[in-house]
């Protein structure tokens, strides 16, 4: 299984941007779907977006599509999250997941709620918007 780093959590201002890596470790990403989700406190963990390696194709919440990019680099075999526009809402620690490209990995990430009991994940990485 794909080992994964997280990077590039913090604290800004509503409004402000940041932006998480997600970088593989032992294995590339090839035939992985990567993707991130965010817990909030007392609430369950959410899909955020996703990028299917292969293709490019992404995924994106409602509550994040306009503001929030996911997308790779080949040589660095690392995946970003460039969040933009940041509310209070969006606190949350951000996790990384990688699973197996095939048409089950994004159908439960974007349809079925709660985390998925399948895959790698990251240590996760604290994001903080204040008002």
């Known amino acids: 299984q794909v080992q994964l780093v997280e990077s590039g959590g913090g604290a800004v201002q509503a409004g402000g941007s940041l932006r998480l890596s997600c970088a593989a470790s032992g294995r590339t990403f090839s035939s992985y779907v990567v993707g991130w989700f965010r817990q909030a406190p007392g609430k369950e963990r959410e899909f955020v977006a996703a990028i299917r390696w292969s293709g490019s194709i992404t995924y994106y919440s409602d509550s994040v599509k306009g503001r929030f990019t996911i997308y790779r680099d080949y040589a660095k075999n690392t995946v970003y999250l460039q969040m933009n526009n940041l509310e209070p809402e969006d606190t949350a620690v951000y996790y990384c997941?990688?699973?197996?490209?095939?048409?089950?990995?994004?159908?439960?990430?974007?349809?079925?709620?709660?985390?998925?009991?399948?895959?790698?994940w990251g240590q996760g990485t604290q994001v903080t918007v204040s008002s």
């Open positions: 997941t990688a699973a197996e490209d095939v048409p089950f990995t994004i159908t439960t990430w974007v349809r079925v709620p709660g985390p998925p009991k399948f895959g790698s």
